[in-house]
């Protein structure tokens, strides 16, 4: 791309024979592409010999300039480009893309140079390897290829994923970006939040999200310590997968409403387990499954293992099938008395374990993504030309605008404060005081999420109702925000426990 043309040479390729035109100082040459491009041949003729910045914006993205690069020939002399190309691992120039503490002009006293080397490795390790599967599986439905969970494991992702802990010391950690011992809940939600970047909703939880909300479980109480380390390995290997199998198609947030049974044998050596589980991300590839059963006097967790008696199908939801979602049926399974996690009939307390923490991390990314959003509006709004001027320049989308960013700054700066209060308490402490803050936490969340998907959607128009495209990543948002206010805890059963314990606390105040 060394040649350099003046404005009045590409002025004249405008024949029949001949297609050139401008793109951000950029010049194409289209003639053999004219016949195979998808939007028709005349829109190309339409602009032959000259300048179609603006035309192009207004249709296409611009990572499609990237697909077809090699029909550009050259620059303009004496031009340079005006728009942006972002290389893996930078941050956005626009204005709320970002959160505050990675805007160069703001400060926070929450991060330290640790999370920034982190988040600027997870971004690059997310922007090379993550997207473009994540972008491909979402399509086709197909699951995570080993080759990414294999890198994964390698750099210690896996790892992270499941917070802070002793699991994570002289563990690499993206070579080096943090060190295990240091790794706190910031370092926890930055890896959350740069996970979901990739804009993919159902990869997203296809992404070993079981692992994330199952492992856990194992890791705090499982009593053979040789079997517990073995499963750990395998698992953060990436040899074996992992799903958290509670609900049913009979309880849902209603956890004490199982009906899967487990029945003890006569010489109390098995279990033998009978029931089914439904929307269970993971479970169609699963090796082991963490399963809330009934036992005789009330609520018991087993890990069960794939195998006789065990079978899983898929079950498509608004989200791709590389979730790996699926129904679960167990029919006379029978698992080892040593697959019991915790104590017999005091399962609840095994499943409650991790509900702060799967909760914590489904705000962190929601948020992140209704950040993502945001972006798109406000690149979308300065470039769509409507009745002759940009979206921006209507009053009706500034207050839009406005609305949506308020209500992602606002939530970002709640998250921060709960996850600094997640640093200064020890587990015991965040089960008694942050369970009720966390659940309040995520219900504001996705109700901000119900707001940024409407009013995104009302400003691409058509375009945010189409899987491709310009509008490609408000649609994916708008038809997968629901997951995040109904897995982990619906909306009102969280608003609940938030008003709940904190009449608790409640003093005997009166006006």
């Known amino acids: 791309m060394s040649k350099t043309f003046t404005r009045a040479e590409v002025a004249k390729h405008n024949t029949e024979d001949s297609v050139w035109f401008i793109i951000d100082s950029k010049v194409y040459d289209v003639t053999d592409f004219v016949d195979a491009h998808p939007g028709g041949e005349s829109v190309l003729r339409q602009v032959a010999g000259q300048d179609a910045t603006v035309a192009f914006y207004n249709l296409h993205r611009h990572e499609v300039l990237s697909k077809y690069e ?195 044998t006569p010489d109390g050596k098995h279990y033998i387990v009978n029931g089914t589980k439904k929307w269970i991300t993971n479970g169609v590839f699963s090796d082991y499954f963490i399963t809330g059963v009934k036992t005789d006097k009330g609520l018991s967790v087993l890990i069960i293992e794939r195998g006789e008696g065990v079978e899983t199908k898929p079950i498509k939801t608004s989200y791709s099938t590389a979730a790996g979602t699926a129904y679960i049926t167990f029919d006379n399974v029978k698992v080892p008395a040593e697959n019991l996690l915790g104590e017999e009939n005091k399962g609840i307390y095994v499943i409650l374990s991790n509900f702060n923490h799967e909760r914590w991390t489904m705000a962190c990314a929601s948020i992140r993504q209704c950040r993502t959003v945001v972006e798109e509006c406000l690149k979308w709004s300065h470039q769509r030309i409507v009745f002759g001027k940009r979206l921006i320049e209507q009053p009706v989308i500034r207050q839009k605008l406005a609305k949506m960013i308020a209500l992602v700054e606002a ?101």
Request: aromatic residues 8%.
């Open 70 to 264: 090699d029909l550009c020939i050259g620059t303009l002399e004496g031009e340079k480009p005006q728009v942006v190309t972002p290389k893996p691992g930078d941050l956005s120039t626009v204005p709320y893309a970002e959160p505050l503490w990675l805007t160069p002009v703001y400060k926070s006293p929450y991060y330290n140079e640790s999370h920034r080397r982190l988040q600027k490795a997870m971004r690059i390790f997310t922007d090379t390897y993550i997207t473009p599967e994540a972008q491909a599986r979402e399509a086709d439905g197909k699951r995570i290829s080993q080759e990414l969970v294999d890198r994964m494991s390698e750099k210690g992702l896996l790892h992270m994923r499941l917070g802070p802990g002793k699991h994570l010391h002289g563990v690499n950690l993206l070579d080096g970006a943090v060190k295990g011992e240091e790794f706190d809940y910031f370092h926890d939600l930055i890896m959350s939040q740069e996970g979901v970047r990739s804009n993919a909703r159902g990869f997203q939880d296809g992404q070993l999200a079981g692992m994330v909300i199952g492992l856990p479980c194992v890791m705090n109480y499982m009593k053979d310590q040789q079997r517990k380390k073995a499963i750990m390995d395998e698992v953060f290997s990436g040899k074996k997968y992992m799903c958290l199998a509670i609900t049913e198609a009979f309880a849902g947030s209603d956890v004490a409403g199982l009906r899967t049974t487990a029945t003890k």
């Open 411 to 511: 939530n970002q700066s709640w998250l921060e404060t709960i996850t600094y209060q997640m640093n200064h308490m020890p587990y015991k402490q965040q089960a008694q005081h942050l369970g009720g803050p966390i659940g309040l936490l995520k219900m504001s969340i996705t109700r901000a999420a119900h707001e940024i998907a409407d009013e995104a959607v009302q400003i691409f128009g058509g375009r945010g109702l189409t899987q491709s495209g310009m509008g490609r990543v408000v649609e994916m948002f708008h038809r997968t925000y629901k997951f995040d206010a109904i897995l982990g805890g619906a909306e009102e059963v969280l608003a609940d426990l938030g008003v709940r314990q904190a009449m608790r606390q409640m003093p005997n105040a009166k006006l």
